[in-house]
């Protein structure tokens, strides 16, 4: 796996107070290739042996593209660009040769890159990078933030599979210390084990489960149950561990304000009284139906002041744990929809704290109902 430098002291800190700014991005410009151009002929993934990683079935569950236009995907992206790009170090014990392949997730097919690198352990590893020109082609400068939590919700979804295929436990680094890769995560063969697991979903994921996995269209009206909403809260408090964040959700009526988990995770608490909903909406790019939604989680934290390492933890600990909690929601069928871009989210400064200290980092709307429901009543 190639390492690239690491950033310039102030490059991703100036790029991330820049997202957080009210500037507008400019003209869409061109994505380029949906896909990394890797070297060599495209090779289909054999099936798997009884004893096998079935690498086949890992790659369907997590990163396939279920379209032909590749934006319909397991593991959500704004704006559908998809920028996650996929370099698989196989070992033994897996449906492929030892050896280094690029996956491409719109045919389903990988290119041998290389011979595996020495002590590649059984199993398989992911190295997950980003081409930065597919999402900044729409969102220009609002882009870095946007890539980072990308690259967390495809290493949760490589988590998620690996689970659902009943792997043993995997390992997920996402301590952002990389530029390139972004995050690694290490899968055994079924058996195998781990050194260091993150926290799981409450039950394995059925693989139907995951291929059913949709952001949901807004609006998401309709304030979901307490119980429901404790555990898309315990589920991404969880997920975020290792991970320099807070965790809290926007309520609507009949009693509007920010809830928290409880210390023991059994109950939730207030934080905040009042409605924030419509403020959500003006900070996250102005999209309007939030102030509507049910109930809206938030991750928050990563102050002003935070160095490059910190904010890509924390970004890519969001995503993970934000599509963790989505899982959770659609178990206790709720509708809910990732939202990522968020400009001016001072969320301490609004609630009296010191400005820069606590800022929103990702969120997960949700609603009992969703859009299509609604257009049909």
């Known amino acids: 796996m190639e390492h690239l430098r690491e950033d310039p002291p102030t490059g991703l800190v100036a790029a991330l107070a820049r997202a957080r700014s009210p500037e507008r991005p400019g003209p869409d410009t061109p994505a380029g290739t949906a896909v990394r151009p890797w070297p060599g002929p495209p090779r289909p993934i054999p099936g798997a042996g009884p004893a096998d990683l079935d690498l086949r079935a890992l ?8 379209d032909p236009s590749g934006r319909l995907r397991p ?22 040769p030892p050896g280094r392949y690029g996956y491409d997730p719109l045919r389903h097919r990988v290119h041998h890159v290389g011979p595996p690198v020495d002590g590649t352990p059984p199993g398989v590893t992911a190295a997950l990078s980003v081409t930065a020109q597919r999402t900044a082609s729409h969102y220009g400068h609002r882009a870095r933030p946007l890539l980072l939590l990308d690259t967390g919700h495809a290493a949760a979804a490589l988590f998620l599979a690996a689970r659902a295929l009943g792997a043993g436990g995997s390992d997920v680094r996402l301590d952002g210390r990389t530029e390139n890769p972004l995050a690694v995560v290490r899968i055994p063969p079924p058996g195998g084990r781990s050194p260091r697991r993150p926290a799981e979903t409450e039950d394995p994921p059925a693989p139907a489960e995951l291929l059913a996995r949709r952001s949901a269209p807004p609006p998401l009206p309709g304030l979901p149950p307490r119980d429901a909403l404790r555990a898309v809260l315990a589920t991404a408090q969880r997920g975020g561990e290792g991970g320099p964040l807070r965790w809290c959700a926007a309520v609507g009526p009949p009693r509007p304000g920010l809830v928290r988990l409880a210390p023991d995770g059994t109950a939730l608490r207030w934080y905040a009284a009042g409605e924030a909903r419509p403020t959500l909406a003006a900070w996250a790019a102005g999209q309007a139906w939030l102030a509507d939604a049910g109930a809206v989680l938030l991750a928050h934290g990563c ?3 935070a160095d490059a390492t910190h904010i890509r933890r924390a970004h890519l600990r969001a995503g993970f744990a934000v599509h963790l909690a989505q899982v959770t929601a659609r178990r206790h069928g709720l509708a809910a929809r ?6 001016q989210a001072d969320l301490g400064a609004a609630l009296g704290a010191a400005p820069g200290r606590d800022w929103i980092v990702h969120a997960l709307a949700l609603g009992t109902r969703h859009a299509d429901e609604e257009n049909s009543t």
């Open 59 to 66: 790659l369907r569950l997590s990163l396939a593209a279920s």
């Open 75 to 96: 593991a959500p992206s704004a704006g559908a660009l998809h920028p996650v790009d996929t370099e698989l170090v196989v070992g033994a014990g897996c449906s492929l």
């Open 303 to 305: 102050p002003t002041d």
């Open 338 to 343: 990732p939202v990522g871009s968020w400009q």
